[in-house]
């Protein structure tokens, strides 16, 4: 278990099930994704059995319980940002990251994950990607480079 997250545990610590949520988004924050070991010790300092853990991160989709990128491009593709050229825009950037336009993927360096989501709630700004947190409406294409080169 990643020994920077032990300070998180200690906050966290007898506050129960109510607090599942927001200790897994501060946990990932430093992991980056939850392994078992991690989900474990969540379970403990909570006092949450671990299935129910597990039906958390499996329903909430900006959860993992498998290795993610270093960044994490999330890419509308719900109607609003289709019609206003979403599909294009995953295409690019899986073209660019060598990953599978329909599914995403994580880059084999581990640098990039490029997931497909439907609505992110900002329709108003289609299409609509997110980086890590930082959002981007009404993208183009041709953006797409010089947001991948600083984040290379
Ligand atoms: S449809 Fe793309 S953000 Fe809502």
């Given at each position: 278990?990643?020994?920077?997250?032990?300070?998180?545990?200690?906050?966290?610590?007898?506050?129960?099930?109510?607090?599942?949520?927001?200790?897994?988004?501060?946990v990932?924050?430093?992991?980056?994704?939850?392994?078992?070991?991690?989900?474990?010790?969540?379970?403990?300092?909570?006092?949450v059995?671990?299935?129910?853990?597990?039906?958390?991160?499996?329903?909430?989709?900006?959860?993992?319980?498998?290795?993610?990128?270093?960044?994490?491009?999330?890419?509308?593709?719900?109607?609003?940002?289709?019609?206003?050229?979403?599909?294009?825009?995953?295409e690019?950037?899986?073209?660019?990251?060598?990953?599978?336009?329909?599914?995403?993927?994580?880059?084999?360096?581990?640098?990039?994950?490029?997931?497909?989501?439907?609505c992110?709630?900002?329709?108003?700004?289609?299409?609509?990607?997110?980086?890590?947190?930082?959002?981007?409406?009404?993208?183009?294409?041709?953006?797409?480079?010089?947001?991948?080169?600083?984040?290379?």
């Amino acid at each position: 278990m990643n020994p920077s997250i032990e300070p998180i545990l200690q906050r966290y610590e007898g506050k129960g099930r109510a607090y599942l949520l927001p200790c897994l988004l501060d946990v990932q924050d430093v992991s980056g994704w939850l392994d078992e070991e991690t989900c474990l010790a969540i379970g403990e300092t909570l006092g949450v059995p671990l299935v129910q853990i597990h039906d958390v991160i499996q329903f909430y989709a900006l959860l993992y319980d498998k290795p993610v990128g270093e960044r994490i491009i999330r890419v509308c593709d719900d109607v609003p940002c289709y019609l206003a050229g979403s599909e294009a825009i995953a295409e690019a950037l899986a073209q660019r990251l060598g990953l599978d336009p329909e599914h995403g993927g994580t880059t084999t360096d581990g640098k990039w994950t490029l997931e497909i989501h439907p609505c992110l709630g900002r329709c108003e700004q289609a299409p609509f990607l997110l980086i890590d947190d930082e959002e981007h409406g009404h993208v183009r294409p041709e953006q797409l480079e010089a947001w991948l080169e600083v984040g290379a």
